[in-house]
């Protein structure tokens, strides 16, 4: 004699936990390219594994909440060393002290860390920590539900939420992304057809086994088509909603709109080392150079802030886009025709955080003795090309860098180029003789790099050279400075610091997108190593045009072009003193307002809204695909409850108040037999989920009760003549009355759940498909329906005889 397993007891099914554990290692897979090499994949899957280890024992021997929160932590403690911190364990195995520190502190801090350097994070220690500990919790979750939860499905939310942690903490080239995606969603399907599968079958036990087999090919055969279909669909949703979302492959991250937390403000601009290099410096060798090519500059950092008293690198209030980076700094695909340089840098006797080299790097490799003090201070801006370490550099320091080769354009090239859409921070304290003067320096030209070549060749022109040492001009580019460098009445006299700064000022004041870079090369091109004196400090302006990228300028006269005489200091013109009259008052419209040029440059830059309306519209277009099955789920049952109330006949919806409120409850988790009787079904509506009341006698139904609707529904059924129109509408609103009040039994989390439950759909499916076998000519009989049973008596009754009192 067979053992009949009880309802609620459930054999642990190997399968489910194969195929789980697979889908995991599927979405810890997307944690992988941020590093760069295997170590985020051997992170993520042995945080996978690791919770296998805690969820297979916990549900072996039933542990408690308590219980598997210290089985986590225990296997994260000695487990988590060697996968995410093997430079600190002894063997790169056994952990010591400092691996126990870093797994603590690392739990909370990875995650910033992880956001706030550049791809590829592998030269970083404890960014692992990151896939590590999601891989290790999610594991642990989806597990547990598989093995304990009578409701398996729910174990593919913890593997979503690995995906989406890989893809908000991943890098923003993921090749492979699409794919693990469409793996993983297609192993989800699969499985889930099979579950549903699964219950079909075991809910179907019972019935005689000549209509069994018919009706599990037609259940196997529904299941196929259905999953093929539903394939295709998500197939298609998935390679449509990449390319519209994702054209160019570039995958939006939440590193992407994070604000580093990087203060500029507290390193000097080093424009201000300008005048002490060319001073005091103009004999020392700074750092030598190997490797440099004809024409090529040295780059130490990009300005595009200027207050008033300094040309500064970026804004410090959001940190100009710094983020830290390792040995290799981008690990984005170089466009086709761009070829890379390869610098090796030794520094003498420069100090300073900005680090000469700079440009758009792909790579930088420190080599000299004490490496990981400063790979652990780096910090690279891909906005302006510009690499910093917070450690700073001093004599005996050596790293190699490559960097992308700038590609040199003429005038012919530029011309009828536009200049690029690009946002500049607000100038503030600019001197007024800027604007006075870009009229004069602009000539006629006709705008694009016409005007540009018109200011630079202004500047050249019209000023002359001085370093200071005869006298003539005085360090500094303040807004004081600048005005008497631009002041109509003196000769214009300054070195590349003055010039540099006026002409970016000048070219901002005409709205073209322009900076300061500050950095070195040499007076002549030699093989080999070339030593880099304070002499060969230069500073430049750049200016950015579009489809081609920022274009280099030197505003600065030769060094040889100075002044024949010095300069006259302007004589004073004394004058007797005379009591002057009062000034007459003036119209209020006759004055001229002064108007703050900060003010005007904030009115008429246009707000940066778009790349924020484009995040949010991917966030919506996420959050709306996560929560489409649920959405379609509500919408299929309002319009169920829809056609059932708009029936044709009066009767037909009189039956749908009723069938209505039975699917309710069953999606309340009230399991309510659809082949029983309505006054049964009443009664174990009643008892919210108890045993059914089979009350001895029929008592008497209050109005508007579950039992005088169950009996009002009986009746016109069952007494053969025309059911009023008025009837209907009665019988739903008594049905809205019983579901308010069931409701109201229940707990807010029960109804939310019931808003989105498969329940009553699949059980009225497989109700509707039996019903249609049942009148197949090969008839099958279910047990339920054996002679001398209550539903057999039921069925027997004609259509137009009454339940009586007394029925049996």
């Known amino acids: 004699m067979s053992t009949v397993r009880q309802p609620g007891t459930r054999r642990t099914n190997l399968g489910d936990l194969v195929v789980v554990t697979c889908l995991l290692l599927l979405a810890g897979a997307i944690h992988g390219p941020v590093f760069g090499d295997h170590s985020g994949y051997l992170a993520a899957a042995g945080g996978v594994l690791l919770g296998a280890l805690v969820a297979v024992p916990a549900a072996r021997w039933r542990w408690n909440l308590l219980e598997t929160s210290l089985g986590v932590v225990v296997v994260y403690l000695l487990g988590g060393g060697a996968l995410a911190l093997p430079t600190t364990t002894t063997n790169r195995v056994v952990p010591t002290l400092g691996t126990f520190q870093g797994l603590v502190v690392g ?59 890989g893809a908000a903490w991943g890098s923003q080239n993921a090749p492979w992304g699409r794919y693990l995606g469409t793996a993983a969603a297609v192993t989800a399907l699969l499985w889930g057809s099979w579950l549903a599968q699964r219950r079909r079958t075991a809910s179907s036990t019972g019935i005689a086994s000549a209509g ?7 259940r196997t055969a529904r299941a196929a088509v259905g999953g093929v279909v539903v394939l295709a669909l998500a197939t298609g ?54 490797g440099m090519q004809q024409d090529q500059r040295i780059r130490l950092a990009t300005l595009d802030t ?143 790099v016409e005007s540009i070549r018109a200011l630079t060749q202004a500047f050249a022109t019209k000023g002359f050279y001085s370093d200071g040492s005869d006298n003539l001009s005085l360090a500094s580019h303040s807004s004081a400075r600048l005005s008497k460098f631009l002041d109509p009445a003196r000769l214009m006299v300054g070195d590349d610091e003055q010039y540099a700064v006026a002409m970016a000022l000048m070219a901002r004041q005409a709205g073209y997108p322009a900076r300061v870079v500050i950095g070195f090369y040499p007076d002549s091109y030699t093989p080999g190593p070339i030593e880099m004196t304070g002499t060969n400090a230069h500073a430049w302006v750049e200016v950015s045009f579009s489809g081609i990228g920022w274009v280099a300028f030197d505003p600065t006269p030769p060094r040889d072009k100075k002044p024949q005489t010095e300069l006259p200091e302007p004589k004073p013109n004394p004058r007797p003193q005379v009591i002057q009259p009062p000034v007459p008052p003036q119209h209020p419209a006759d004055l001229n307002p002064d108007i703050d040029d900060d003010q005007q440059d904030e009115k008429k830059e246009p707000a940066d809204w778009w790349p924020w309306i484009l995040l949010g519209l991917k966030v919506f277009s ?176 004609g259509p137009a005889e009454i339940p009586r009192f007394g029925d049996k």
Not at 241 to 262: E, F, K, N, Y
Not at 744 to 762: I, Y
Request: net charge positive.
């Open 107 to 165: 739990a909370v801090q990875a995650w910033k860390d992880l956001l706030t350097l550049n791809p590829p994070a592998a030269a970083f220690a404890g960014p692992a920590i990151v896939p590590l500990l999601s891989g290790l919790l999610c594991s642990v979750l989806a597990l547990t539900i598989v093995l304990r939860s009578q409701r398996q499905g729910w174990a593919l939310v913890p593997v979503v939420v690995l995906a989406l942690l």
């Open 212 to 218: 069994a087999t018919g009706t599990a090919w037609f």
């Open 237 to 290: 949703a998935g390679v449509t909603g990449t390319t519209r979302l994702d054209p160019q492959g570039h995958r939006a991250v939440l590193r992407d709109h994070l604000t580093p937390p990087l203060d500029l403000s507290s390193y000097a601009s080093p424009l201000s080392s300008y005048r002490y290099w060319m001073d005091d410096k103009k004999d020392a060798v700074l750092f030598t150079v190997n």
């Open 306 to 448: 200027y207050d008033g008293v300094v040309m500064r690198v970026g804004d410090s209030s959001n940190g100009e886009g710094f983020n830290r980076v390792g040995s290799i700094v981008s690990d984005a695909p170089l466009p086709d025709g761009t070829q890379t340089t390869t610098l090796s840098i030794t520094v003498q006797d420069y100090t300073g955080y900005w680090i000469p080299g700079g440009g758009e790097l792909r790579r930088l490799e420190v080599t000299s003795p004490g490496a990981a003090a400063i790979k652990d201070t780096l910090y690279y801006s891909s906005r302006l090309q510009t690499a910093l370490t917070t450690r700073g550099l001093t004599e005996g320091d050596a790293y190699t860098v490559e960097a992308v080769m700038p590609q040199v354009w003429s005038d012919s090239q530029l011309a009828g180029k536009s200049f690029s859409q690009y946002s500049m921070p607000a100038d503030k304290e600019v001197p007024e003789q800027v604007g006075q003067r870009l009229s004069e320096f602009m000539g006629d030209a006709k705008g694009g």
């Open 622 to 797: 996420g959050i709306f695909l996560a929560l489409s099955p649920f959405l379609m789920i509500i919408i299929i049952k309002v319009w169920r409850r829809r056609r059932r109330r708009r029936a044709k006949e009066p009767l037909a919806r009189v039956t749908g108040a009723w069938d209505e409120l039975v699917d309710q409850a069953q999606d309340l988790r009230l399991d309510v037999p659809l082949t029983a009787p309505r006054a049964e079904q009443a009664s174990v509506i009643a008892a919210l989920g108890g045993e059914p009341v089979k009350p001895a006698f029929r008592q008497a139904a209050k109005p508007g009760s579950l039992e005088a609707l169950a009996q009002d529904v009986d009746g016109a059924v069952f007494s053969g003549g025309a059911t009023a129109a008025a009837d209907a509408e009665r019988s739903w609103q008594a049905m809205g009355q019983v579901l308010c009040g069931l409701r109201k039994q229940t707990t807010k989390g029960r109804r939310l759940r019931a808003q989105v439950s498969l329940g009553s759909l699949r059980q009225r499916s497989r109700h509707n498909i039996q019903n249609r076998l049942r009148k197949a000519p090969a008839k099958t009989v279910s047990p339920l329906h054996q002679p001398g049973s209550m539903a057999a008596r039921k069925s027997n009754r």
